[in-house]
């Protein structure tokens, strides 16, 4: 609490530097406006997931929730940066590659839906075309993290924004987490509230609508994170969480508390060693993740990480075997019984699918509110 309170305390000290920051995202955003720097469409169809910070709102999950559903109706591909990858340029993910080739989300997704294409490259504009080459029956396309991307306009633009941190309250970085201006969130058609409590109320929700404010064609909807059953990381069996259960959580992303409040709630105590979101792990952490395992006095414990650490852990295979370590796989579930409706929003956007021609300085905004 006290490292939190400090933390946001001294980010205060980089105001001057988030104004900056500002001022420059202001002008390149008036300059896409304006079509002074142009965006590119495509003839098919591109959901684009993202948000307005940095940090974690679910976008993964996200992905996955939309392969998961959309894989079966429709030749779908993902495309992601690759960030932390040890490689440059565009990459087709194949049975050779591994988290330091695409990087560990990519990787994920690839071990999840073999039969997905997914590929990389930091440059989506140029991407897109050497995917569609290489997979030229593609009939979509998901975008991971790219909404402030606007050298593509995407036909489907779904932002992320967490609960906790609604980036109506937000400020830019280096003094909030902000890494595009709050109005951006016009450009999207689908706003998903993310890491939601999953007692909220109809009450609370509408309370969250005034404050976003949405345009009349942009649909909110609201997500709570839930978790399923850990499974051991290379023998796959299962292991159910109990409150006897001692556990060392491991992991390296942006945002933990959800996971730390589960571990609160359905575990006797838990220890953290924390890493940096996309940490790369060596051989001396795995040694120390031994050694504090070790020191934690009592027969029921086991080791917990998050199913994209895994994937960065995963180098260290033969290590791995012996160890009680578990991951936690981790999916969006949508408040009010609106599953469906989001997902037949993306259905109808792939099905109804015609490039939409805009006006010079705006963005065509395809009505999927119906």
Request: charged fraction near 25%.
């Amino acid at each position: 609490m006290f490292s939190n309170w400090f933390l946001k305390s001294f980010r205060i000290l980089f105001l001057p530097f988030a104004v900056v920051y500002w001022s420059i995202l202001w002008l390149r955003n008036f300059l896409y406006d304006k079509n002074i720097f142009r965006s590119s469409s495509f003839g098919l169809p591109v959901i684009c997931v993202g948000n307005l910070s940095v940090g974690g709102t679910g976008k993964s999950p996200m992905v996955e929730f939309l392969v998961e559903h959309l894989k079966d109706r429709f030749r779908i591909a993902t495309l992601s940066r690759g960030y932390k990858r040890k490689t440059r340029g565009y990459a087709l993910a194949n049975e050779h590659s591994t988290a330091l080739d695409i990087g560990d989300e990519p990787m994920l997704f690839h071990l999840k839906f073999p039969g997905v294409p997914v590929a990389v490259g930091e440059e989506r504009l140029v991407a897109i075309p050497q995917l569609l080459h290489d997979k030229s029956d593609t009939e979509a396309i998901i975008l991971d993290d790219a909404f402030q991307h606007r050298a593509i306009n995407a036909g489907l633009n779904i932002l992320l924004t967490d609960y906790n941190n609604l980036f109506t309250w937000d400020f830019y970085l280096p003094t909030g987490d902000l890494r595009d201006l709050k109005s951006s969130y016009k450009r999207a058609h689908v706003i998903v509230v993310t890491k939601c409590k999953p007692e909220l109320t109809a009450d609370d929700a509408d309370k969250i609508r005034k404050e976003i404010r949405p345009l009349p064609r942009q649909q909110v909807f609201f997500s709570t994170i839930q978790y399923g059953s850990p499974y051991h990381i290379t023998r796959l069996n299962h292991f159910e969480l109990n409150l006897k259960t001692e556990v060392l959580l491991v992991t390296g992303i942006a945002n933990p508390q959800p996971l730390k409040k589960l571990l609160e709630e359905r575990s006797h105590a838990y220890y953290m060693i924390s890493f940096s979101d996309h940490y790369i792990f060596r051989i001396d952490d795995l040694n120390e993740i031994k050694k504090r395992f070790e020191r934690i006095d009592s027969a029921n414990k086991i080791i917990l990480t998050t199913e994209k650490d895994a994937i960065r852990l995963m180098k260290f295979k033969s290590e791995l075997e012996e160890l009680p370590i578990y991951v936690i796989p981790i999916r969006h579930y949508f408040l009010f019984g609106a599953e469906d409706a989001f997902v037949s929003t993306t259905i109808k956007f792939i099905e109804q699918f015609k490039p939409v021609p805009h006006e010079e300085g705006t963005v065509g905004l395809p009505d999927v509110s119906r």
